[in-house]
């Protein structure tokens, strides 16, 4: 356990539905992230917060939208996704977004299926 | 824009020492860290270097050269449960303070 948990764990869902992926931290840290792992490929940053404002959007499609209500949660809400956006999503957190040793705590992750 | 290149796999055997190599290109570099990550699992943070020199943490060792752009991560007495995905990631101003990974080394320790 790292202290970063993830609901739901998997999920299948339509491309025209509607979900969200939960990510909260029990550390009391400060910064949050979305990660994206598809197979073969290195983790993708899609956001990050840093007390609570987002401070990275790495260019990700308008069908991803990230939310932050506090430093200790964060979702991830889908709409019309795409097959290729099958993938694991990685939450995690850090202790303040900023310092040069800033060791990232992962949740366990969302496998996500796009049918 | 910045890259990392690691090896994609390594087989080594029970007991036996492997290196896995990590090169960078980035601008603005703070500093290389290592994670493993197990087949369905998270991402664990492993190490962090910042300046030049080897980092040693029990069986796991991390090197870093900032001139050469090149660190590597060194783990002896190697144990079946070693066997797992290793990223080497860097921090820079380009990112922010979020970390770029590199694609990964799949490690197979055989008995």
């Known amino acids: 356990e790292t202290g970063v948990t993830q609901t739901p764990r998997h999920l299948v869902m339509g491309m025209t539905n509607k979900k969200s992926l939960k990510c909260e931290q029990h550390?009391?840290?400060?910064?949050m992230y979305w990660y994206k792992q598809s197979a073969k490929k290195p983790l993708e940053l899609m956001f990050v917060?840093?007390?609570?404002?987002?401070?990275e959007n790495n260019s990700v499609p308008s069908r991803f939208s990230p939310e932050c209500p506090n430093s200790s949660h964060l979702f991830l809400h889908l709409h019309t996704l795409q097959p290729e956006d099958s993938a694991l999503y990685l939450c995690?957190?850090?202790?303040?977004?900023?310092?040069?040793?800033?060791?990232?705590?992962f949740g366990p992750g969302t496998r996500l299926t796009v049918l | 824009g910045q890259s990392l290149e690691q090896p994609s796999e390594v087989t080594a055997v029970e007991g036996a020492i492997v290196q896995i190599n990590c090169t960078y290109q980035?601008?603005?570099?703070?500093?290389l860290s290592w994670y493993q990550q197990h087949d369905g699992g998270a991402p664990t943070f492993l190490s962090y270097?910042?300046?030049?020199g080897l980092e040693e943490t029990g069986r796991f060792s991390s090197f870093l050269s900032r001139s050469d752009s090149y660190g590597y991560l060194l783990l002896q007495e190697l144990q079946m449960k070693d066997s797992a995905s290793y990223f080497c990631?860097?921090?820079?101003?380009?990112?922010?303070?979020?970390?770029?990974f590199g694609k990964g080394t799949s490690l197979l320790v055989t008995p």
């Open positions: 995690a957190s850090s202790q303040d977004g900023g310092g040069s040793g800033d060791t990232q705590y």
């Open positions: 550390l009391g840290h400060n910064a």
């Open positions: 917060y840093n007390f609570k404002e987002q401070t």
């Open positions: 980035t601008s603005g570099f703070y500093g």
């Open positions: 270097n910042a300046l030049d």
């Open positions: 990631a860097v921090r820079d101003s380009n990112s922010g303070y979020a970390l770029n």
